[in-house]
């Protein structure tokens, strides 16, 4: 029996080392790398729920409703342009089947509204203008178009592919086609196959995702969370070419080998993000503030990393154009990245000395989830969560380290807005310090008042020390954070790309 049980674990070894080993040769294609070299995108939300104060609309809403005073779409791309993305996403029918191009198979579109402006056509023409590659999202889940309901779902196919041969045919070379809505019925009722095929029939080099594409291995039309993603996970819509989870974000380890049918596939993943603080996609009349330029900055550099790219949400009002201050925060994140105008190259993050290293807390939630470690772990989307108002953290650093950067990222509470999808991030840190320990004594070297969504302290000059603390002195409610960096703004470079 025991030699029973020995040969079976040998050939276990054996089988995940060969396993692993297959996995290893797997490379992206030369058509993926183009998009780990586009790396950084403008999603751009326009449509008839700009007009409606609201996210998801049922297709009910009148056409006469989308009402633009001034669509001014190469104001759009000349934006993204100075602000140094190099694609864009134009959302051309959401799920409420609204369509930004006059389509010949419905009324329900801008040829049918009071600003008849073909949108595809006027970002398409402004995206050859600027040297701007173009991308389409395209909901699957359509509540305004009839055929959708039918029990046949091949009728309702057949009117997706009809759209997608204008969409591809009409507006020149288009480098991705961005599925969503999938879980509005069973995965294998939109038929990816055949959709696929279509779309690589009419142009062979356009990136094909539907969003929430890995399953989990207990049952693959369930939604694997990027932060669980491991190798080998199943793809659940298949075929496609890379990733989408919207809106999380990807371990720092975050791997990249996931199967179907017994077949191992290269996929990156798109990350999405919004620049609204208030987590709109789709413009609303109030004013809402933009992220902060620290955060924005970091999240960058995360969800750019390790062949994984970002589309960054910046969606035009009412009035057809890009807010002034919304314009303005992405030109000085452009500004701070080093990319103004796309003509440098994407940068790098900086090299992180806390990931994973020995960490302690004075006091802590009794969840253990919600542990010391999930501050310095590889992931974003964890957190250390205090015992108390007052509290600290203290990592161990390797000894003789040497830093000038410290990130912190306070992990919010948030609150649903009227829409119920927006919401407001509520942040308790009211007056934090930061200590360093050398030559046998601590000292003080940053102090602060709120550190809020994400704080990028830089160091006048270096400090060499074995240990880091964070003391957090004064909160409004019980706080958390969900992670803790130091790095040596030397380590930051050029963006790598994997082949």
């Known amino acids: 029996m025991k030699s029973a049980l020995f040969n079976n674990t040998l050939m276990l070894l054996f089988l995940l080392v060969i396993t692993g080993s297959a996995a290893a040769q797997i490379k992206p294609s030369a058509l993926q790398l183009t998009q780990v070299k586009r790396g950084y995108g403008m999603f751009i939300h326009f449509g008839i729920n700009t007009f409606n104060e609201t996210e998801w609309s049922d297709g009910s ?35 409420d089947g609204f369509c930004l191009w006059n389509s010949q198979y419905t009324n329900y579109d801008v040829a049918s509204s009071p600003v008849t402006t073909d949108v595809v056509g006027a970002v398409a023409k402004a995206c050859k203008k600027y040297g701007i590659e173009l991308g389409l999202y395209y909901s699957l889940w359509d509540r305004h178009e009839p055929t959708h309901n039918n029990p046949d779902p091949g009728v309702y196919v057949q009117y997706m592919k009809h759209q997608l041969t204008e969409l591809l045919t009409k507006y020149g070379p288009i480098c991705e ?8 019925k069973k995965d294998d009722d939109w038929k990816i196959p055949e959709v696929y095929a279509h779309i690589k029939k009419l ?112 969606p035009p ?78 990592m ?24 119920g999808f927006s919401t407001i991030r509520k942040f308790f840190v009211q007056q934090f310090s930061i200590e360093v320990f050398n030559n046998g004594a601590w000292s003080t070297v940053h102090m602060g008042d709120t550190i ?16 880091i603390r964070l003391n957090i002195l004064q909160a409004s409610a019980v706080p958390s954070i969900a992670h803790f960096a130091v790095a040596d703004t ?10």
């Open 61 to 95: 809403l009148p056409v006469s409703s989308y009402n633009p005073t001034q669509p001014d779409c190469d104001q759009w791309i000349k934006t993204a342009k100075e602000a140094g993305f190099r694609y864009v996403i134009l959302v051309t029918k959401h799920h």
């Open 177 to 184: 086609v961005w599925f969503d809505g999938g879980w509005a």
């Open 203 to 314: 142009q062979p080099n356009c990136l094909v995702t539907v969003n929430h594409t890995i399953g989990t291995r207990e049952k693959i039309d369930k939604i694997q969370l990027p932060v669980d993603m491991q190798a080998g996970d199943p793809i659940r819509f298949y075929p496609v070419d890379f990733r989408t989870k919207d809106p999380n974000l990807a371990r720092w380890d975050d791997p990249k080998i996931y199967s179907r049918n017994k077949e191992n596939k290269y996929l990156i993943l798109e990350h999405t993000l919004c620049l609204s603080d208030r987590w709109n996609w789709f413009q609303k009349k109030a004013m809402m503030p933009a992220r902060g330029v620290d955060e924005l900055e970091e999240l960058f550099y995360w969800t750019t990393a390790h062949n994984n790219i970002i589309i960054l949400n910046v």
């Open 317 to 394: 009002g009412q009035d057809g154009k890009i807010r002034a201050h919304e314009r303005n925060t992405i030109l000085s994140l452009a500004d701070r990245l080093g990319i103004r105008d796309g003509k440098a190259p994407l940068p790098s993050g900086y090299q992180n000395m806390a990931f994973n290293i020995p960490i302690t807390a004075t006091n802590s939630s009794p969840d253990k989830q919600f542990a010391p470690a999930k501050a310095n772990d590889v992931s974003l989307e964890t957190w250390w969560t205090a015992g108390d108002t007052r509290a600290s953290l203290e």
């Open 396 to 419: 161990d650093l390797k000894p003789g380290s040497r830093f000038n950067r410290i990130t912190i990222f306070e992990q919010s509470q948030d609150s649903s807005l009227a829409d």
């Open 452 to 467: 809020g969504a994400c704080r990028i302290i830089l160091l006048p000059e270096y400090c060499t020390a074995s240990k």
């Open 490 to 499: 030397k380590s930051k470079g050029v963006r790598k790309i994997s082949r």
